[in-house]
């Protein structure tokens, strides 16, 4: 780079371009042109500030300044205020570090996420990557899973298991062959984490990745990811080319003279393929039905060998375990939640993002105190957190920490950490059968409570909307949910129920007959 | 028929080599057109039922030819937060079909989507690739008379 050269970035992520990042970097590189300004223009991804998106940033004196949101009618404009030298503008935000937004957060898993440029090799080493798999080579198998065990980490997918045991099962299992795979089907409503963290930071999935494949022997890795995500599929399979180039990747690990293979495998669609053992199936080319556990894939996964199920925040963030030690990353979190939730603040939102702090806090202090309550400014009426199968809070319950038992203390459940936020104006009824309708759409049909319950519960529903045997069905439909929960299979239909029971429970007032119009 | 089996052939010896094959004939054809069933059964020695049983149980493949461009609406609660359900209703009157269909110019094939991660933005519609966020029907109508 010409010494002089002011940097300038525009992310080049799927949320920043949905609201027109490619117009801002094009007219950046126009206005720049015809001024005469010469100028480095970076395509980072993005910080998760997504209410502030397309969110342009210039490097001054080593600092970051940031402005936005930023149109591409509006980039002369920045120009002609003197934005390269850091002036004041209508859009100005002064230092991004400095955003409360951002400063009172604690960045582990997304460390790097908006700041460098995700397909740049040198940018991630600058930024500490590959210190956890330098690390991590040096160690034996046992003692990588110690520390994976030591730090607490669990499960970030939903489930919440440990993953140092999960690793110790695999390490353990008889089998020659063994596979490290990651679920990036993230199917939840109001997540988005494990999408921004690929676009932005695909690195510390491959580099989590090695490392696993190094603790537990396995020399094959798959990540499903899903067709929905193209960009991230794109970024992901350039970066696995560059890190095999750079002999990060392949018959010899780092000089370690470990194999490590890894490969994106695309998703088709189907909900049903977040669940693991659905997944399995499908990556190995059949319908995604659930199978039946034990065997855990653990022990008995892909194509039957011993098999690593982890989601990509889980995998995301064992480099920053490896790198800094387990102590460093308990510190953070809550009771049996250690380390960070990367908590995504959606839907009915004012300022909608990605916040990553340690477990602990207050669903208030997320909603209200990040994201500024509604984006239409009336009253937060419910708040569904953990997905279309986590129930729908009430403001009554908006006290509850954040952390995985005392979430699930008053019914809910953190999952993959997606809040999605609903103002005054929502049908709580409409929601509730929308439960069911999904759930009966995502069916894989090998249980009957789920295949035939879900469809049952949308005709149930749409009777006591429309006022027929409105006391009787209520009670059927509460028949209906236990028996989803109690026998269905896997958590589709175990949990579809959940938000049914909780607009029951805590918003009846919408699930009665609608008055005619 | 030969360049499905060219197709089938190159990744038959992945392992678990369907779906990466099933994707890659939708890329070239924009579809999995039904003659390819036999094709694929008989390259990986798996029965016609077989993959068809996988064709069907995906969304995201289809097995008719699609419009000149795919338009996913996203469905899911996040969208349903900032008016999807309004939007869903705008979107099936303005192009005059519903889920699943093309507009009778072919210009555009509906689907429906539970999600696209864009779920701070919301409502969310993918136009083959790519995403747009906030679509108000205003929106909508702009990106569809554009494009």
């Known amino acids: ?3 002089g050269k002011v940097k300038i970035f525009v992310p080049r992520e799927t949320t920043a371009r949905s609201l027109g990042s490619e117009d801002v970097a094009l007219a950046i590189e126009r206005v720049a042109l015809d001024r005469g300004e010469s100028v480095t223009l970076v395509r980072n991804g993005s910080r998760g500030l997504f209410w502030l998106e397309p969110l342009v940033e210039v490097e001054i004196g080593g600092v970051r300044h940031a402005y936005g949101p930023i149109s591409a009618d509006e980039v002369s404009d920045l120009f002609n205020a003197g934005f390269l030298t850091g002036a004041k503008h209508a859009k100005s935000l002064g230092p991004t570090e400095d955003l409360p937004y ?25 930024h500490g990557g590959y210190e956890g798999l330098e690390n991590a080579i040096k160690l034996d198998c046992d003692e990588i899973v110690n520390i994976v065990t030591e730090s607490g980490l669990r499960g970030r997918g939903g489930a919440a298991f440990p993953t140092g045991i999960k690793w110790r099962t695999v390490l353990t299992a008889d089998g020659e062959q063994k596979y490290v795979t990651c679920n990036a089907d993230e199917g ?16 510390v999935l491959i580099e989590g990745m090695t490392i696993a494949g190094i603790a537990v022997n396995a020399t094959e890795g798959y990540i499903y990811l899903r067709a929905e995500y193209p960009l991230a599929i794109e970024i992901m399979n350039q970066a696995i080319q560059t890190a095999e180039l750079a002999g990060l990747l392949g018959d010899d690990v780092m000089g ?8 994106v495998r695309e998703a088709a669609g189907a909900y049903i393929c977040g669940e693991e053992t659905a997944m399995l199936e499908s990556l190995e080319g059949k319908r995604g039905v659930i199978r039946y556990r034990p065997p855990l894939p653990a022990i008995k996964g892909l194509f039957g060998a011993p098999t690593i199920v982890n989601n990509v925040i889980t995998l995301a963030s064992v480099p920053i375990i490896l790198a800094r030690g387990s102590d460093c990353y308990k510190e953070y ?7 960070t939730l990367t908590a995504q603040l959606a839907g009915n939102v004012k300022r909608g993002g990605l916040v990553e702090i340690g477990f602990g806090r207050t669903l208030r202090e997320i909603v209200e105190g990040f994201g500024g309550g509604t984006a239409t400014g009336r009253p937060i009426r419910a708040i569904q957190a953990g ?29 993959h950490g997606g809040l999605v936020v609903f103002d005054d104006s929502v049908d709580m009824g409409e929601q509730a059968r929308f439960a069911m309708e999904f759930c009966a759409i995502e069916s894989c049909g090998k249980c009957t409570p789920c295949r035939i319950g879900s469809v049952r519960g949308v005709e149930v529903i749409d009777r006591i909307l429309s006022g027929v045997d409105e006391s009787a069905n209520l009670a059927l439909l509460r028949e209906l949910c236990d028996t989803m929960v109690i026998g269905s299979l896997c958590a589709l239909g175990g949990m579809a129920p959940f938000p049914v029971l909780s607009v029951m429970n805590y918003f009846p007032e919408d699930l009665r007959a609608r008055k005619p119009q | 028929m030969a360049l499905a089996r060219t197709i ?21 054809f924009g579809f999995v057109p039904s003659f390819v069933v036999s094709v694929i059964a008989e390259v990986l020695n798996l029965s016609r039922a077989e993959i068809h049983g996988v064709i069907t149980f995906y969304h995201f493949f289809r097995e008719t030819a699609p419009g000149k461009k795919i338009l996913y609406l996203c469905r899911a609660e996040a969208c349903q937060a900032m008016g999807a359900r309004k939007l869903e209703r705008h979107v099936k009157e303005k192009l005059g079909v519903d889920y699943h269909e093309t507009t009778s110019d072919g210009r555009f094939s509906l689907e429906p989507v539970y999600c696209l991660g864009n ?20 929106r909508f109508d702009l990106l569809v008379d554009e494009g």
């Open chain 1, 256 to 263: 370690s003279g470990k194999i490590f293979r890894l490969e």
């Open chain 1, 1 to 3: 780079m010409t010494e």
């Open chain 2, 119 to 138: 779920c701070a933005c919301s409502p969310a519609v993918m136009i083959d690739d790519f995403v747009y966020g906030r679509v108000t029907p205003e």
């Open chain 1, 188 to 203: 939840d409503s109001g997540t988005f984490a494990d999408r921004l963290i690929m676009e932005s930071d695909p690195f």
């Open chain 1, 333 to 339: 979190g809550s009771g049996r939640s250690r380390g």
């Open chain 2, 8 to 28: 089938a052939e190159k990744h038959a010896s992945r392992p678990g080599p369907l779906l990466p094959i099933l994707h890659a004939i939708q890329d070239e």
């Open chain 1, 387 to 415: 997905g279309p199968l986590g129930a729908y809070v009430h403001p009554s319950q908006f006290d509850a920490p954040l952390d995985y038992e005392a979430f699930s203390e008053i019914g809910a459940m953190i999952g």
């Open chain 1, 102 to 126: 951002l400063s009172d957060q604690s960045r582990l898993t997304f460390a790097r996420a908006g700041i460098t440029d995700p397909l740049s090799l040198d940018d991630y080493r600058v």
